[in-house]
């Protein structure tokens, strides 16, 4: 028996009981209604906290699971090399990965090529995070197949350009890549400072973009020439998007602010990024009120009654009016330049601060938005640290309302533990040509946990998609990092 999903499940029927019930004088008292109460959506849709107490129920269904995978499979990517600081060569931590892609999400073919981008850094230096260019040809399969072109900027490159932001840039964040429709391949990552509060530098986060210039140099392999157009885009507006002054100005660093992973798309000749980020001041900010707001909790007044008291009373209950996580969208204009800030499409507030790496494509006249998220980052009950989510949302229009997928939002989950080697993180669905199957990818092993066994490409495995149900397609994993069915 799995005692810690029964122990999960004994929660959410104990709470969903005594609001039935009633319960007794502790929960009467809870019923009571706050001058501060309110129902505030502001035209948002909102992982709710209802839903969330419900998809502990479903934990464990083989549709919404993380397949289990054979560690004694599991190998490293062999061309994951780079050198440390004296100069020797090192394997390579992988972690966050996503595709060079086509306008409409599927993968792009780039002259008979197969790119992947993805974090690459020494597994002894946590700050080392930049971004790597991995390929193989189309076809191949195996994890050994994928080649290393090594970085794609050079450190010199935050210089070239009058950019005064990307000259204080410290790593380098997820993103993602497009094929643009005359064969050029345009980055979208994210540019980190460093953290230094005593010279007023917070790890700020702003999207950005480049050119990336790509070369084939005989017997199969492919080489970064440089880039191009190497820009700023959007590092938050305060009223929308919370900014990195908003979050630590006043000297207080427990925020965990964010504004990173944009994610790009097309719709009807228009460019967008999707991407990570807090809600602003006319979004639903945090702090203590959006604790009232029973637009956060969903269900009927008895559970809002109920679970704003027990929050109130918690010791989640800071880090619950901190938590105001969003799924952003800004339109950008065919230079990459900001057009126009737009509202969130999702939003976690009381729930996470943080829900990362948005993952948006259109299927069947429909919008799939999808999130990654860890349990150590939430503040409901029933949900601890070793859980790790795929959350996903549907909408018929790009900019909502979104609907939480298989009613709760829950698309996978794995409660493994960090130091197991087939622990996996950073779910990434890719639609399929004609197919109702995407391609599931993530990576594989935390890291710098095992002398051996270093961060990297997990088995792929196949995610089917119809309406507003997904489920987790039977014996359909794959090889490590493939990203197309064939």
Do not use: C
Request: no cysteine; net charge negative; hydrophobic share 30%.
């Amino acid at each position: 028996m799995n005692f810690k999903r029964f122990a999960k499940q004994a929660t959410v029927v104990t709470l969903s009981t005594a609001i039935l019930l009633g319960g007794g004088e502790s929960l009467t008292f809870a019923a009571e209604k706050d001058s501060r109460d309110h129902n505030e959506s502001y035209g948002i849709s909102h992982m709710t906290r209802s839903d969330m107490h419900k998809m502990i129920e479903q934990q464990g269904d083989s549709r919404y699971t993380v397949p289990q995978f054979d560690e004694s499979k599991i190998k490293n990517i062999s061309s994951a090399k780079g050198y440390d600081e004296l100069g020797n060569l090192i394997d390579l931590d992988v972690w966050d990965t996503w595709p060079l892609q086509n306008a409409d999400g599927t993968v792009a073919n780039y002259n008979g090529y197969q790119i992947v981008f993805g974090l690459a850094g020494d597994p002894d230096k946590g700050w080392d995070t930049f971004i790597y260019m991995f390929y193989k040809k189309i076809g191949d399969t195996g994890i050994d197949s994928w080649k290393n072109a090594g970085r794609v900027f050079k450190d010199s490159d935050k210089f070239k350009s009058d950019d005064p932001v990307l000259r204080n840039q410290a790593e380098e964040w997820s993103g993602s890549a497009t094929l643009t429709e005359d064969g050029k391949v345009r980055l979208f990552y994210t540019n980190r400072h460093g953290w230094d509060p005593a010279h007023n530098f917070f790890g700020k986060q702003t999207l950005t973009t480049a050119q990336i210039n790509v070369s084939e140099q005989g017997s199969n392999t492919l080489k970064v020439d440089g880039i191009e157009d190497h820009k700023s885009i959007f590092d938050g507006d305060k009223k929308n998007y919370q900014t990195v002054e908003q979050a630590f100005g006043n000297g207080d660093y427990s925020d965990n602010h964010t504004l990173r992973d944009p994610h790009y798309i097309e719709e009807n000749g228009h460019k967008y990024l999707v991407f990570e980020a807090n809600t602003g001041t006319e979004t639903g900010y945090q702090g203590e009120e959006s604790l009232f707001n029973k637009a956060y909790y969903g269900n009927s007044e008895s559970f809002f009654q109920n679970e704003k008291s027990k929050l109130l009373q918690s010791p989640k209950k800071d880090l619950a009016q901190i938590s105001n996580g969003a799924l952003g969208i800004i339109e950008i204009n065919d230079d990459y330049t900001l057009k126009r800030v737009m509202k969130p499409l999702v939003t976690s507030n009381t729930v996470t601060d943080e829900i990362e790496r948005p993952n948006i494509f259109k299927k069947d006249g429909k919008w799939y938005l999808f999130t990654s998220s860890r349990g150590s980052k939430m503040t409901i009950d029933g949900i601890d640290n070793e859980d790790i989510y795929l959350l996903g949302y549907v909408s018929n229009s790009l900019t909502g309302t979104y609907k939480p997928l298989n009613e709760t939002g829950l698309v996978l989950h794995h409660d493994l533990d960090p130091y197991d080697v087939t622990w996996n993180y950073a779910h990434f669905a890719i639609p399929q040509e004609g197919s109702d199957n995407t391609v599931v990818t993530s990576y594989m092993t935390n890291r710098g946990y095992f002398e051996d066994h270093k961060s990297t490409f997990a088995p792929s495995f196949q995610l089917n998609i119809k309406g507003d149900k997904t489920s987790v397609v039977k014996n359909s994993i794959l090889e490590q990092g493939q990203v197309t069915i064939k």
